[in-house]
């Protein structure tokens, strides 16, 4: 129900020549559904970082198309610069962004490294989390030597190539080789400090970061027995930090790369800095984010400081952005517009409006126009998502009653499935018009001949089963949701009982109209065994949910 989204930062090896850098950059918007995020050109190290983003499989066909260009337009026997490299597109990281895992991402990097070395005829290794043996997971060992040292590098055995040509060639000459990886997203993220020292910023960062300060006694630093300096390390892992100060607004601040999200959240690298300013007599005055951030990482950090707070977490996603930006001070120096900062949202900025972007006003407006859709399936979805909503409120009334504050996890565990709940229904709104737009389209292919009689069959049947599918989902959602509600009449704000029941009713209107649905579209459907059963578990949801309308009843007359 949620897509997948991965981002890929592409460095290739030319940072002065603008032009060749907007040839390659922009290849990536030849693909549709790719958004082109950032282009970072260096000329001192003649290397630009490219960063876009969309669902795997494009992004992959964008990965090879810029690879192909790069190769085309990079001569790396005349390449020279300050940043090691070996390769014209040097290195070409995917990252997971949402609702996909690092081991599926690494699938993906393995198929743009076999696309490329088949179709392209150019060489590299795989390395992070795609390296096919512990010795290549490393970046700087899977680069050693350079471009320059390719020749040698290539004709020992243990540096064969993971994909493409093994024998040093006129290609390898031309566009050296590739280096393709799954990793960790990476945050680049400054915190703000009142004060101009960067001496003070260094040892807070010292304090923080994984690799720590060096050991010192009576100021000398402590060696090793083979020679080099003992450390002390730092609180967190995968953390990288260093004190600076920035002219711009006056400020000392800890500049910090996160370099595994999951390990070491934005939130904790914000909050332990703000214990450590404090020990040492400064205060934290807010942060910056460099670049963008996965929508994950800034509702994490909502749920944080929610929890310090000892608030309930089941409240929507925008106020969950507004409390990670207000604890997080991302304002502190200048206007944060998530709509420009959070990578989600900015790849769905020129999507099309979908039903549950429409004020009610237009969504009825829209609803009563001549269009077949949206219709009863859509509206039942919305039913469905008005009544959870009531009792998502009253458990985050509940979790904020005075005295209840030892019930208030409780509470806000209910308050969040009834969001899940929301936010299934509201998807179920768009996509039961989907579905009938499908069954549509179908009949709109053309019948010409028997083979094209046959596909149009076969597409209208299959569009038909989902188009049944889909108000079966909204049965089943909307049935499931009343839990919340119920839960609430029974132990949550007694003075929300009506709100409850208004819940309940709405949920029974949600099930009763998809089951409406699921009826009229199963009758059309020629595989009658999938009909009959679709049918069959609909009725026995349509009776629990009358059921659990009388459980609600029962309720309100011993109550009221």
């Not at 050109?41 to 494009?58: C, D, L, Q, S, Y």
């Not at 904020?400 to 308050?415: I, M, R, T």
Request: negative net charge.
């Amino acid at each position: 129900m949620h897509r997948q989204l991965i981002e890929c930062v592409p460095n290739i090896s030319e940072g002065r020549d603008i032009n060749k850098i907007q040839t390659i950059a922009n290849i990536v918007k030849t693909v549709e559904g790719v958004k082109l995020l950032d282009i970072d050109p260096g000329k001192a190290t003649n290397r630009t970082v490219i960063t876009f983003v969309g669902e795997p499989e494009k992004v992959i066909e964008a990965a090879f198309r810029l690879i192909r260009k790069a190769s085309e337009l990079i001569d790396m026997s005349k390449q020279t610069g300050e940043h090691p490299r070996f390769g014209a597109t040097d290195v070409c990281p995917l990252v997971p962004i949402a609702n996909i895992s690092m081991e599926e991402t690494a699938k993906y990097a393995h198929q743009l490294g076999k696309r490329v070395g088949e179709e392209l005829g150019i060489s590299g290794y795989f390395y992070e989390n795609a390296a096919t043996s512990n010795e290549r997971k490393n970046l700087a060992t899977v680069r050693s030597g350079e471009y320059e040292g390719l020749k040698e590098k290539l004709s020992k055995a243990n540096w064969k190539p993971d994909f493409g040509p093994i024998q040093y060639n006129e290609q390898i000459i031309s566009s050296g080789v590739t280096a393709i990886s799954a990793r960790d997203f990476l945050i680049a993220y400054n915190v703000n400090l009142n004060s101009t020292s960067t001496r003070r910023a260094n040892a807070i960062a010292f304090d923080i970061r994984e690799n720590g300060r060096a050991k010192l006694v009576e100021g000398k630093k402590v060696l090793d027995k083979d020679g080099n300096p003992e450390r002390i390390p730092g609180k967190l892992k995968a953390v990288k930090g260093i004190g600076w100060f920035i002219e711009e607004y006056g400020i000392a601040q800890i500049s910090y790369n996160l370099t595994n999200i999951t390990i070491t959240s934005m939130h904790e690298a914000f909050y332990e800095t703000d214990v450590a300013a404090t020990k040492r007599g400064l205060r934290v005055t807010g942060s910056e984010l460099v670049g963008l951030v996965p929508l994950q990482a800034m509702l994490d950090a909502a749920d944080f400081y929610l929890k310090k707070q000892e608030r309930s977490l089941g409240i929507s996603e925008n106020e969950k952005i507004k409390i990670a930006i207000k604890s997080l001070g991302l304002d502190d120096l200048k206007p944060f517009n998530p709509q420009e900062r959070i990578i989600e949202y900015v790849m769905n900025a020129d999507a099309q409006k979908k039903l549950i972007d429409f004020s009610v006003k237009d969504f009825a407006e829209e609803t009563a126009s001549e269009s077949m859709a949206p219709g009863g399936g859509s509206i039942a979805a919305y039913v469905g998502t008005l009544g959870v909503s009531l009792g998502a409120m009253v458990a985050n009334l509940s979790a904020h009653k005075p005295g209840w504050d030892s019930k208030w996890e409780y509470f806000s565990n209910w308050a969040e499935k009834g969001q899940q709940y929301k936010n299934d229904l509201l998807f179920l709104v768009d996509e039961d018009t989907n579905a009938f737009n499908k069954i549509i389209d179908g009949f709109r292919m053309p019948k010409t001949n028997n083979e094209e009689i046959e596909i149009r069959k076969q597409a209208i049947e299959d569009a038909t089963k989902y188009a049944t599918e889909i108000p079966f989902k909204v049965m089943e959602t909307a049935c499931n949701s009343i839990e919340v509600m119920l839960e609430m009449m029974k132990n949550g704000l007694q003075n929300s009982l009506s709100d409850g029941g208004v819940g309940v009713l709405c949920a029974k209107t949600a099930v009763t109209g998809a089951y409406f649905n699921v009826r009229i579209n199963a009758k059309d459907i020629k595989d009658r065994k999938f009909a009959e059963t679709i049918l069959a578990k609909a009725e026995d949801i349509y009776q629990q949910t009358i059921g659990l309308e009388n459980e609600m009843m029962q309720i309100i007359n011993s109550k009221i």
